[in-house]
């Protein structure tokens, strides 16, 4: 007899960044409701039902807190022999993708449906043409630009950027800047 249910153990995933709500949906997904549901092949589908709905980074995260999971409760209950190495994605590379300069442009030209859609879409082309993260986007003034090069320090990085910017990233900052509270 397990000590410890499938739904026990994770409730113990911290919920941070919807980490319980997600693991939970994607397991359901495959059929793995309960510890005896954990087999090899559903493992597997697992991973792969991961890695054809999410990014790969966003799969990464969501099986390290599986993996973290599974290892918490490993002495409650059998799991397949393997399972880490099912879990694991070190061998899968990140695919980079990139809107080309056209595909910007058209973005850059989309009729919103109000404020909200507008800061959203400004922070958005801001996060395109300056490659910031939306953490620093949102924390960025006029004053982080001098002359054609707009300048900050990561947030989540610490390192200082500087990248050449031309009007409309002024515009976009503008806007985004006026009607913060918006988005």
Same mark, same amino acid.
């Given at each position: 007899?397990?000590?410890?249910?499938? #739904?026990?153990?994770?409730? !113990?995933?911290?919920?941070?960044?919807?980490?319980?709500?997600?693991?939970?949906?994607?397991?359901?997904?495959?059929?793995?409701?309960?510890?005896?549901?954990?087999?090899?092949?559903?493992?597997?589908?697992?991973? @792969?039902?991961?890695?054809?709905?999410?990014?790969? #980074? !966003?799969?990464?995260?969501?099986?390290?807190?599986?993996?973290?999971?599974?290892?918490?409760?490993? @002495?409650?209950?059998?799991?397949?022999?393997?399972?880490?190495?099912?879990?694991?994605?070190?061998?899968?590379?990140?695919?980079?993708?990139?809107?080309?300069?056209?595909?910007? @442009?058209?973005?850059?030209?989309?009729?919103?449906?109000?404020?909200?859609?507008?800061?959203?879409?400004?922070?958005?082309?801001?996060?395109?043409?300056?490659?910031?993260?939306?953490? @620093?986007?949102?924390?960025?003034?006029?004053? #982080?630009?001098?002359? #054609?090069?707009?300048?900050?320090?990561?947030?989540?990085?610490?390192?200082?950027?500087?990248?050449?910017?031309?009007?409309?990233?002024?515009?976009?900052?503008?806007?985004?800047?006026?009607?913060?509270?918006?988005?």
């Amino acid at each position: 007899v397990m000590a410890t249910t499938l #739904n026990q153990a994770l409730k !113990t995933i911290p919920e941070a960044g919807g980490g319980q709500a997600s693991v939970r949906k994607h397991l359901s997904a495959v059929g793995i409701k309960s510890w005896s549901d954990v087999t090899k092949t559903r493992l597997y589908d697992y991973r @792969d039902h991961l890695l054809d709905s999410v990014s790969l #980074n !966003t799969a990464r995260t969501i099986l390290a807190r599986t993996c973290a999971m599974f290892e918490r409760f490993s @002495d409650e209950t059998k799991l397949p022999a393997g399972w880490r190495s099912i879990l694991s994605t070190r061998a899968d590379r990140t695919v980079r993708t990139y809107l080309t300069p056209e595909e910007l @442009d058209r973005f850059a030209a989309v009729k919103t449906r109000g404020e909200r859609e507008e800061v959203t879409r400004c922070e958005c082309l801001l996060e395109a043409f300056t490659g910031a993260r939306v953490s @620093d986007i949102r924390h960025l003034t006029q004053e #982080n630009i001098t002359g #054609n090069t707009l300048t900050y320090v990561s947030q989540k990085t610490k390192v200082r950027a500087s990248i050449p910017v031309g009007s409309r990233v002024r515009e976009w900052l503008d806007y985004a800047q006026a009607h913060r509270g918006a988005s």
